[in-house]
């Protein structure tokens, strides 16, 4: 079975470069991703292909190579279904923040929503694929609101996770370290699904990265590989309480400790918390499954990277406080960096909310600068947290567009995302405009240790 037509539901981080990219390796197939969302879907076809919604590098290339050619985006959802072979689903599966499983479970109703329409609009046999990170057996609830349309139309389910990671997104869908798929391969209807969507792929990944398994065993994987990369860096994060009191380093211990083929160099790197939109999530799905099936130790076991995140993200801003003399009340706090991880705008989760939360609590005066997120979005992030009246966080936050201007006069400044553009910036004119002692906190480690020393900065980095 060869794909012609394919339509992808939700125009977000994960569907929209997948798609873009699937656009540009397979020009005889017509992808189109649509979204509920009318300015973003405006954003995505925006002349100015700079202007499309997300931030990533490189993808304003590919959106401008394939879109119009045989790319396209749409708020038209029921004429992209009933034209496609294929569906993909990308919609968000936010933590529920209600009822049973809130604060755990994901909120699968926008999925569901998405099952509803396409059984309502298909006149023909499609595949689905379900491209959201789901809880294990996601893929049945979807194949039971399908099948019972009675208007005979066929549906095959396969589990298709991404892997992306922000700021890496292209890099990661051209050249991925395995493709997953997960479909009924003990049935001639399934597998004939799973090998249309192989070929998809095969278009430029080689055949052997490619694994197929059953649809469980792949919603299970994917979120087992975010809980393991989530528990590396509270691994380490752990490590970096302990080198502050211990006078190791953690960028040494995480170097010694990398070494070892059976560890592994990648996410050792001690930051002030992870963020971004999956592993809390995930995590957090991954500890409603066990307890739902009554393994407790399990549970327990997989909530502790989260507890330890929470801790961390806390630590770092109840250490800033302390050593500005007990008190930021009134004070001026510049953060630098709003987005959960550099070359990304996307601020879900990030750590950033947390610190300034809990410094806004402390009654500092808190200003920012990030290169890519926009002023709206930074309120949206403290608004959403309620922890204050939205005028309460509009008169003490302020958003500027100049990282100099944000650290004029500040009592202290704290780096929260690792930006490379942090890196070089004039920080011997950054600290003649601060008061002093000119405080200065990396919670990336990205900043060098000895000059900023040596130009007079009471100098912290995590886990040193
Ligand atoms: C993650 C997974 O990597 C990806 O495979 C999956 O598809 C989606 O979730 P993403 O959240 O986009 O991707 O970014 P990732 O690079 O994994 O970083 C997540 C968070 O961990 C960021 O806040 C990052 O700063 C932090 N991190 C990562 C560390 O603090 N230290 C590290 O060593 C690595
Ligand atoms: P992700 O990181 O998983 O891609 P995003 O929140 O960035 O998540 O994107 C999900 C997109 O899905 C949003 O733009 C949202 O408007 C869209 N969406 C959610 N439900 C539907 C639906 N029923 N039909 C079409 N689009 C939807």
Known sequence: ????????????????????????KCPEIDVTVVDINEKRIAAWNDKNVENIPIYEPGLPEVVQEARGRNLFFSTDVDAAIDKADMIFISVNTPTKTYG?????????KYIELCARQIARVSKTDK???????????????????????GNGVNFQILS???????GTAVDDLMDPD???????????????????LVNVYAHWVPKSKILTTNVWSSELSKLTANAFLAQRVSSINAMSELCEKTG??????????????RIGSKFLKSSVGFGGSCFQKDILNLVYIAKSFGLHEVADYWEQVIIMNDHQK???ASNIVSSLFNTVSGKKIALLGWAFKKDTNDTRESAAIYVADYLLNEQAEIVVYDPKVKEEQIFADLDNLNSRSEEENRKRV????????????????????????FKEMDWGKIYKDMLKPAFLFDGRRLLERKTKEEIGFEFYAIGS
């Open 1 to 24: 079975m060869r794909i012609r037509n394919i339509c992808c539901i939700g125009a977000g981080y994960v569907g929209g470069p997948t798609m873009a990219v699937i656009a540009q």
């Open 100 to 108: 049973i499983g809130k604060g755990m479970a994901a909120d699968l």
């Open 127 to 149: 595949i689905v694929v379900e491209k959201s990170t789901l809880p294990v057996r996601t893929a049945e609830a979807l194949k039971n609101i399908l099948d019972n349309t």
């Open 160 to 166: 298709n996770p991404e892997f992306l990671a922000e």
């Open 178 to 196: 395995r493709v997953l798929i997960g479909g009924d391969i003990d049935s001639a209807k399934g597998k004939e699904a799973v090998d249309a």
């Open 248 to 261: 190791a380093d953690v960028t040494e211990v995480a170097k010694a400790v990398g070494m070892d083929s």
């Open 314 to 316: 806390r630590r770092f």
């Open 398 to 421: 302020t958003v500027l567009n100049d990282p100099y201007e944000v650290c004029r006069d500040a009592h202290a400044i704290a780096v929260l995302t690792e930006w490379d553009e």
